[in-house]
C-alpha cells in the first residue's frame, strides 16, 4: 500500500478519513456506488474501504466495458469472424471473454484470424493493407472510447476505404445509471461518478440523478485521495442536505465536456432502441449503432448477425455484482470455478472488472473479514 | 481499453496536423489528436491518450499522478503500454 510508504499521502488519507467519520450519522448506514471499474480498481488495490468507518459500504457499479457485453454479442463477433475473408480485430482486452462456445482465441484455435490492436486507426491501417480482406473492428467501450471509433469511421469515409467496418457494440452509461437507480434490490446514498467518461460527456448528464432521485454525485480521480475527497464531498452534501453533481477532477474533466468528441459520435452513430447488458438485462437507448449514412462501414449491415440471445451460465452471478447487489467474494464461482485464467464471467475477465480487481488484490482486511462474517 | 496513458507530445505532423508524436514512457508513438481542436496542443504538451486518441489536455503534475496510478495497475498497464508500442497509426 503506497499509503504506508509515503508519509504525506498516509496523514492526508487519515485526515480525511477523520472528517468522513465525523458527518456520519449515529445509526445510520451510508451506500455509495462507484461507477467505474477504474475507480474499483484503486478502491481495492489500496485498501480504501480501511479507511472508511463501518457504516460506509461502497458499491461497485457496472462500469466496465467488458464486463457488461452479453455472451450473444461475442457470439455474433465469433459469426462474423468465421466469414470468408475476414479479418476481425479487437482490443486485447475483450479477447478473453467467453461466448457461449468460447473466446475469442478459442475461435482462432479453430481457424478465424481474430487479431489484437491498441487503436481503431491500426485496425484501419490493417485494412489499408489487406485491400483483399473485409477488416472488421469490435468495438467496445462507453463515451471513453466511443469518439476514437467514430473518428475512425469518419477518417475511413474520407479516404473511402471500403473494406473496413465496425460491429459497434458502444454503450452508453446514463441509462445503466437511471437502471439501476430505478432498480427496486439497490438502495444507494450517491454515485462517485466516473473520472475519463466524464471527459467525454462532462458533468451535466448526471444533473437528473441529484434532481429527480435526489442523490449527490461527485465525479472523482483516479487517485487514492481523489476517491476519499469524492466520499467525503458526497457525505458533506448528504450531512447539508444537498443533492448536487460536483466535479473533483477539473484537473481533468471540463464541467462541457469534450464537444469534438461529443461532436463525432453523434455524426456516426445513434442510439439504438434497447441493448442487452450482461446482469443488467435490456436497457432502453443505452447503446449505439452507426447510422444509416454510414452503412458502408457497418458490419452489422454488412454481414448477417444471427442475434441470438444467450443466457449467462447458471454458476455465474456477475449481473448480481454488476448491479452491486453482491460483492465478488460473495459468488458462489468466485475464486474457486472462476479465476482470471479460467473466467466464466466477464467481471473476472477485465483487469478493471470487480472480480479480478478483487481476486488480484483481495486482502483479508478488517473490512474484509466483517463482510465475509456478514454472509 | 479505458486507460488514459499520459504523454507529451514532441512534434505536430506537418501534413496531417491531427497526428502528433508523443513521448510515452521513453517510448515515441504517433497518435491522433483531433479530438482537441477546440483547444490543440502543442509540443511540450500533455495530453491523457486514450486507444491512440488525445481526449484531454493535461499538467505535469497530473500526468504524474496518472502515470503513478497505471504503474500501480501493474500487468494491465503493462499490456496497454505492449499494446502501444505495437501500434502503428498513421
Redesign the interface.
Known amino acids: 500500500m503506497r499509503f504506508v510508504d509515503e508519509f504525506r499521502d498516509a496523514e492526508k488519507a487519515r485526515a480525511l478519513s477523520a472528517k468522513i467519520t465525523s458527518l456520519c450519522e449515529p445509526g445510520r448506514e451510508y451506500r455509495f456506488m462507484e461507477v467505474c471499474g477504474g475507480h474499483t480498481h484503486t478502491i481495492y488495490k489500496h485498501g480504501l474501504e480501511d479507511y472508511l468507518p463501518p457504516s460506509i459500504t461502497l458499491v461497485h457499479g457496472p462500469g466496465c466495458p467488458v464486463c457488461v457485453i452479453p455472451m450473444g454479442r461475442v457470439d455474433d463477433a465469433i459469426h462474423i469472424a468465421r466469414q470468408p475473408g475476414v479479418l476481425m480485430t479487437s482490443f486485447g482486452d475483450m479477447m478473453r471473454v467467453p461466448g457461449s462456445g468460447g473466446n475469442f482465441f478459442d475461435s482462432n484455435a479453430e481457424g478465424t484470424n481474430i487479431r489484437m490492436v491498441y487503436s481503431p486507426l491500426d485496425s484501419l491501417k490493417i485494412a489499408r493493407q489487406n485491400p483483399d480482406q473485409q477488416v472488421v473492428f469490435m468495438a467496445i467501450g462507453f463515451e471513453t472510447t466511443a469518439p476514437s471509433t467514430a473518428m475512425t469511421v469518419l477518417r475511413a469515409a474520407a479516404e473511402k476505404i471500403d473494406n473496413f467496418s465496425i460491429f459497434c457494440n458502444h454503450v452508453t452509461i446514463i441509462p445503466a445509471i437511471k437502471a439501476i437507480l430505478d432498480s427496486p434490490d439497490l438502495r444507494l446514498d450517491g454515485f462517485i461518478g466516473p473520472g475519463h467518461v466524464s471527459t467525454v460527456i462532462g458533468c451535466r448528464p448526471y444533473e437528473f440523478i441529484a434532481r429527480d432521485y435526489g442523490k449527490p454525485v461527485v465525479v472523482a480521480g483516479f487517485e487514492p485521495l481523489d476517491i476519499l475527497q469524492s466520499i467525503y464531498l458526497l457525505m458533506l452534501q448528504l450531512a447539508e442536505g444537498r443533492s448536487e453533481v460536483e466535479n473533483q477532477y477539473t484537473r481533468v474533466v471540463p464541467w462541457d465536456g469534450n464537444l469534438v468528441a461529443l461532436r463525432a459520435i453523434g455524426e456516426v452513430m445513434e442510439l439504438r432502441p434497447y441493448f442487452e447488458w450482461r446482469g443488467l438485462g435490456f436497457i432502453s437507448h443505452s447503446a449505439m449503432r452507426v447510422r444509416e449514412e454510414f452503412a458502408a462501414f457497418d458490419a452489422e449491415r454488412i454481414f448477417s448477425v444471427p442475434g441470438v440471445r444467450v443466457a449467462d451460465p447458471k454458476a455465474c452471478q456477475c449481473g448480481e455484482v454488476l448491479k452491486g447487489v453482491l460483492k465478488p467474494w460473495e459468488c458462489k464461482v468466485f475464486g474457486t470455478a472462476c479465476t482470471p485464467e479460467t473466467p466464466i464471467g466477464t467481471c473476472m475477465v477485465s483487469p478493471e472488472g470487480a472480480c479480478a480487481a478483487y481476486y488480484n488484490f483481495g486482502r483479508f482486511t478488517r473490512s474484509r473479514v466483517r463482510e465475509a462474517s456478514r454472509v | ?4 496513458i499520459p504523454g507529451e507530445i514532441v512534434e505536430i505532423s506537418q501534413d496531417r496536423p491531427d497526428l502528433a508524436k508523443v513521448a510515452v514512457s521513453g517510448v515515441k508513438r504517433t497518435i ?1 489528436i ?5 483547444d490543440p496542443p502543442v509540443p511540450g504538451d500533455w495530453i ?1 491518450i ?4 488525445a ?2 489536455k ?2 505535469e ?2 500526468a504524474r ?2 502515470m ?2 497505471l504503474e ?5 498497464y503493462e ?2 503500454l505492449a ?2 508500442r ?5
Open positions: 481499453m479505458c486507460l488514459g491522433n483531433g479530438l482537441l481542436t477546440d491523457l486514450h486507444v491512440g486518441f481526449l484531454s493535461i499538467d503534475d497530473e499522478a496518472a503513478d496510478f500501480s495497475i501493474g500487468k494491465a499490456d496497454e499494446a502501444l505495437d501500434s502503428r497509426i498513421d
